[in-house]
C-alpha cells in the first residue's frame, strides 16, 4: 500500500544505512506523495551560541549515528529522485524537511502561537485522554506546560487537578510531596529505577508546579518548595543521564533563580 505522506520523525539519524532507509520510506509513497523528516542539525555544531544541553541533544553519544545540515540531507534526497525539496529550521537546532518526486511544495505559515493553539494544544488534549498511561501522562505533561507558558493559568489548573489524579494511582500519594519524593530518589543512580518510583518528567513538572503557585495561587511557600525540588531533582536527572535530560538542564538555573525570589 502506498500513501501521499510519509512521516519518519527523528529517526534517519540513528540509522546506518541511510540510502537503504530512504528507498525503504519511498517504497510507501505515492509518485506525486510527501516524504517529511525531522532530524537534528548538524550545522548547529558550527554555531559559537549553542546551549551545552542542546548540544547533547544534537550529538546524543551513543545512539546518533549520522547528522545531516540541509546541504546534506537535500543532496541525499535528490540522490533518489526527489527533485522539489523544502527544508525549514522551526528551531535552531533542528531540521524539518519536506520532499517530493513531483509535487511543488508550498508550505503556509501558521505562526507560533496559532500552531500552538490551533494545532498543537488540541493535539496534546487529545493525547491527555488516551487509554495508556504513557500517552495520558506525556500529553498531559506537555499540555500543562505549554498552558503555563501561554499564560492560561485556569485552564492549566484544570489540567493539573486532572493529572495529578493519575499520578497518585501510578506513583502514589509522594509523588506530589516534593520534600517526600526527593528523599527517595536522591540516593538513586539508576535511570529505570527512578522511572519506577517517579515519572521522569517530575523535575520539569515541579518546575512548571511552582509557576502556577506563584503567579495563579500566589502560595509563595509552596512554589518555594516546588522550585527548590525541582532544581534538585534535575540536578540528580542530569547526573544520571545527561543526554536524556536536557530539558532539565535547561530548567535547573531558573528553578534556583525562582527558588530565591
Same mark, same amino acid.
Given at each position: ?21 530512504? @528507498? ?8 506525486? +506523495? ?14 559559537? @551560541? ?31 529522485? *526527489? ?17 517530493? !518526486?513531483? !509535487? ?10 496559532? *500552531?500552538? !493553539? ?5 493535539? %496534546?488534549? @487529545?493525547?491527555?485522554? !488516551? ?6 501522562? +506525556? ?11 501561554? +499564560? ?34 536522591? @540516593?538513586?543512580?539508576? %535511570? ?12 520539569? *513538572? ?56
Amino acid at each position: 500500500k502506498k500513501f501521499d505522506v510519509v512521516y519518519s520523525s527523528e529517526v534517519i539519524e540513528h540509522i546506518i544505512d541511510v540510502h537503504n532507509f530512504i @528507498n525503504l520510506l519511498s517504497q510507501f509513497l505515492e509518485e506525486d +506523495g510527501v516524504l517529511i523528516l525531522t532530524t537534528p542539525d548538524a550545522d548547529y555544531l558550527l554555531s559559537h @551560541n549553542y546551549r551545552y544541553s542542546t548540544l547533547l541533544e544534537v550529538l546524543f553519544l551513543g545512539f546518533h549515528i549520522n547528522l545531516f545540515s540541509p546541504n546534506s540531507i537535500r543532496r541525499l534526497l535528490e540522490r533518489f529522485g *526527489f527533485s522539489h525539496v523544502v527544508i525549514e529550521k522551526p528551531i535552531d537546532h533542528r531540521l524539518l524537511i519536506y520532499a517530493s !518526486r513531483k !509535487r511543488k511544495i508550498e508550505i503556509k505559515e501558521l505562526g507560533e502561537e496559532m *500552531f500552538r !493553539r490551533n494545532v498543537y494544544l488540541p493535539y %496534546l488534549e @487529545n493525547l491527555s485522554k !488516551r487509554n495508556h498511561h504513557l500517552l495520558v501522562e +506525556g500529553g498531559s505533561w506537555r499540555l500543562f506546560k505549554e498552558l503555563i507558558n501561554l +499564560g492560561n493559568y485556569n485552564q492549566a489548573e484544570v489540567v493539573y487537578k486532572k493529572f495529578s489524579n493519575h499520578l497518585i494511582k501510578r506513583y502514589g500519594e509522594t509523588v506530589l510531596k516534593p520534600e517526600e519524593l526527593y528523599e527517595k530518589l536522591k @540516593n538513586i543512580e539508576d %535511570l529505570e529505577e527512578f522511572g519506577r518510583v517517579s515519572p521522569y518528567f517530575i523535575g520539569g *513538572f515541579y518546575y512548571y508546579l511552582g509557576m502556577l503557585y506563584l503567579n495563579h495561587f500566589a502560595d509563595y511557600q509552596k512554589a518555594s518548595a516546588f522550585f527548590k525540588y525541582s532544581f534538585e531533582i534535575m540536578l540528580k536527572q542530569v547526573k544520571i543521564a545527561p543526554a536524556y535530560f536536557e530539558e532539565a538542564a535547561d530548567l535547573m538555573w531558573p528553578a534556583k533563580f525562582h527558588e530565591g525570589l
